[in-house]
């Protein structure tokens, strides 16, 4: 069955960085769009990143400039690169693979984001 592993969450001061990663198993993903969410405390689950099987990405309005979602098909993984974090990014981060049958999403990764 589908699999989706995070990892790379943690504490950091504002301004630091962090990179997560999400594993996939089960399925091959070169041929999927994955897909990064958030969900803040107290809000409901959002949008983040988004990459294509063709590599074209879209982000939401409040991280762009500042993530990079990639992807390692041989590896069968995506990574999500933060930058310049700020408190507001403060969130359970995670992993999203939509299919034609059902959304398959990962146990999720916290990021806190504190001085």
């Known amino acids: 069955q589908v699999q989706l592993v995070e990892s790379g969450g943690g504490v950091v001061q504002p301004g630091g960085s962090l990179k997560l990663s999400c594993a996939a198993s089960?399925?091959?993903?070169?041929?999927?769009?994955m897909a990064w969410y958030r969900q803040p405390p107290g809000k409901e689950r959002e949008l983040v990143a988004r990459?294509?099987?063709?590599?074209?990405?879209n982000y939401a309005d409040s991280v762009k400039g500042r993530f990079t979602i990639s992807r390692d098909n041989v590896g069968n993984t995506v990574y999500l690169r933060m930058n310049s974090l700020k408190p507001e990014d403060t969130a359970v981060y995670y992993c999203?693979?939509?299919?034609?049958?059902?959304?398959?999403w990962g146990q999720g990764t916290q990021v806190t984001v504190s001085s």
């Open positions: 999203n693979l939509p299919t034609n049958e059902r959304s398959y």
């Open positions: 089960g399925t091959a993903i070169r041929q999927r769009t």
């Open positions: 990459i294509s099987s063709g590599f074209v990405t």
